[in-house]
């Protein structure tokens, strides 16, 4: 489908790839990873035939359908609704055709334009774009907004929505997961796996990319190399090739020590018997993948809270929003202890955001009291720290603004620990890129010796490398985290007990995050099922016609419930292999000559075996969607 030959390529007279070959093919779904600044969103817009490359030659079918989702949206007065729909720009065309045709009452050319019309199915593509819509997050009444009415964050939804909504054999996404909830991932998440094109996919998100690629391009000394399998594929066959160097190996095992005496601090306080054995399992698994991060140019700490109390903070009757006359929520009581780990779950404008802004000081809460330590220090990530910054200073000024009698020498080496070295250090920072500001910005507050660390999405605009960084900073860090993320990988790893905000509430969430997710799953299923007051609109039915209705309503929907059964249990029995598949093919070995018939019966097996789960996904959302519309006649 797409093929790369000998490809150079420059931005400005920097070299980011060099006479470097691949092939993707129809129907991959491939993740770009590499560090910020290495070239993915050039790579793309090469793809978009933005660039001519500056050596080698691009190959792609002549009439490829390409979509790409735009990191930025004007203010426009357009709705909501027709803005995604502007995504589809033949359904546009065909439209306009029409409505002259119509104003000319040119009746050949309104046939021809009606026929094209019904073609695409143009009547029910205003249903597909509010599913997009709504899958992404956006409340009906929404639909009619203009965008310009809509904050950054939900442009770049609406962004996402456009491209999904748009026909492509070819889908680029640069970080679409950026300014998503948890619910709005995991629905983009079964989104991509039911397209049948092939993907790009730039993220930060390494569970994301677990979830959906198939295979990896990273950008490695300028060039792109592939790897068979997921993310977690790709960091085992770089793990084992470098664990192979003795100085990897060293740093292997410094790193262990570090991860298992987080995993005993974690043992020692897990009550719930399930969320502790998920949680575990991650925790371990760090161990293993830790050399394909050996080379991270990112080695920071955050430095030691001067004391650590045992009680760091008091919520009492707390209520936080922005009116008082309608708080997102009220009677807040909680205690906050010294190395308390608590991740925020709940969808985008619940009050997570609020409540960490409100615990910082940054609003005023509503009504009851906080409660500090005297001896707080305060750590605070918001979503858009960078919008603190001093633009026209430099790093080093930022950090000796914090403390100024701190020798140079030691301010310039933290400063490197994140990766700003050299005359970069006392560069100003306005022309730095998203990603060296947020970075920068965690290092100011990485300086001041927090014991209570409030994060609101740290992730967003982190490189992978940067991601799994601050990862063991947290494992490492002792004092107390809330942390509001939709890192799944990142919350796994870092905090052991959740609140739920939702609904005008917070409560103590028991269960794991895959609890919350299988949460996300079945609130779904149910917002189609009869409402209360149906529900007693009903109980004038006479007893026995309704026991007898039920009966003969069950004996309807038995044989497709039995086959829906039948295609979960084929379902879970696929997937199992498929696991099994990708695990054997991590193994750097079957990559050589001499088992060149094993590797291309499993990669065969593997591609059988993803054609059928589709297919049976397909069949089971089809069934599903019937067995609904049964069960409500």
């Not at 991270?296 to 922005?322: I, M």
């Not at 001093?390 to 790093?395: F, N, R, Y």
């Not at 001041?448 to 494992?475: G, K």
């Not at 905000?501 to 028991?510: A, C, L, P």
């Amino acid at each position: 489908m797409l093929t790369l030959q000998n490809l150079t390529l420059y931005q400005g007279s920097t070299p980011l790839i060099r006479d470097s070959s691949l092939a993707i093919y129809q129907g991959q779904k491939v993740g770009v990873i590499g560090r910020n600044g290495c070239g993915k969103s050039t790579l793309f817009r090469l793809l978009m035939g933005e660039l001519m490359p500056d050596g080698g030659e691009v190959l792609m079918p002549e009439r490829l359908e390409r979509a790409q989702m735009k990191q930025e949206t004007a203010a426009v007065s357009r709705s909501a609704l027709d803005y995604v729909l502007d995504g589809h720009l033949r359904f546009r065309e065909v439209q306009a055709a029409l409505e002259q045709a119509e104003i000319s009452d040119d009746h050949t050319a309104m046939a021809h334009a009606l026929a094209e019309f019904d073609e695409l199915d143009g009547y029910a593509l205003p249903n597909r774009a509010e599913q997009l819509l709504s899958g992404l997050g956006f409340a009906v009444e929404e639909f009619s907004k203009p965008v310009a009415a809509f904050s950054g964050g939900w442009r770049i939804r609406l962004n996402l929505a456009q491209a999904l909504m748009q026909p492509s054999q070819l889908l680029l996404l640069d970080e679409p997961t950026n300014h998503l909830d948890l619910e709005a991932t995991l629905w983009l998440r079964q989104w991509l796996l039911r397209y049948a094109g092939t993907v790009l996919l730039i993220s930060h998100d390494r569970q994301f990319l677990d979830e959906v690629v198939d295979n990896i391009i990273s950008f490695e000394n300028l060039k792109l190399v592939t790897y068979r399998g997921n993310y977690s594929a790709y960091e085992r066959q770089k793990a084992e090739r470098l664990a192979q160097q003795q100085a990897a190996y060293e740093k292997q095992q410094e790193r262990k020590a570090h991860i298992e005496d987080f995993v005993r601090r974690f043992r020692a306080k897990a009550t719930k018997a399930r969320q502790a054995q998920s949680r575990m399992k991650e925790l371990q698994r760090m161990v293993e993948i830790e050399p394909a991060h050996v080379d991270s140019p990112f080695q920071f700490r955050f430095r030691e809270a001067k004391r650590n109390p045992d009680v760091v903070l008091t919520c009492e009757n707390l209520a936080v929003g922005y009116d008082a006359a309608k708080p997102l929520f009220g009677q807040f009581n909680y205690t906050v202890l010294g190395g308390a780990r608590i991740g925020l779950l709940g969808p985008n404008g619940q009050g997570k955001s609020t409540l960490l802004k409100t615990l910082a000081h940054q609003l005023p809460n509503l009504d009851g009291e906080l409660h500090e330590s005297e001896h707080l220090v305060l750590g605070y990530c918001a979503q858009e720290q960078t919008d603190v910054l001093d633009l026209d200073a430099t790093p080093l000024q930022l950090i000796q603004r914090l403390d100024p009698r701190v020798p140079e020498q030691d301010l310039r080496n933290f400063l490197g620990s994140f990766a700003f070295r050299g005359e970069q250090v006392d560069t100003v920072i306005r022309p730095f890129s998203g990603g060296e500001k947020s970075r920068l910005a965690l290092a100011l507050v990485a300086w001041q010796r927090p014991n209570l660390l409030l994060m609101d999405e740290p992730t967003n605009h982190l490189d992978l490398e940067m991601v799994h960084a601050l990862t063991r900073a947290l494992q490492e860090y002792d004092g107390a985290l809330i942390l509001v993320s939709h890192d799944r990988h990142l919350l796994n790893n870092t905090v052991d007990q959740f609140l739920l905000v939702r609904n005008g509430k917070v409560e103590i969430f028991d269960g794991s995050l895959e609890d919350y997710e299988q949460l996300i799953v079945d609130s779904r299923s149910n917002q189609s099922k009869p409402s209360k007051s149906q529900t007693n609109a009903q109980s004038s039915v006479d007893k026995k016609e309704q026991r007898q209705q039920s009966a003969q309503r069950r004996e309807q929907l038995k044989p497709l419930r039995e086959k829906l059964k039948k295609l979960e249990q084929q379902l879970d029995k696929d997937h199992k292999r498929l696991k099994a598949l990708e695990e054997q093919l991590s193994d750097a070995s079957l990559y050589d000559d001499a088992h060149k018939a094993r590797l291309a019966k499993l990669l065969q097996e593997q591609g059988d075996l993803k054609r059928r789960v589709a297919e049976t996904e397909e069949q089971w959302l089809h069934d599903s969607h019937v067995l609904e519309q049964m069960s409500e006649q």
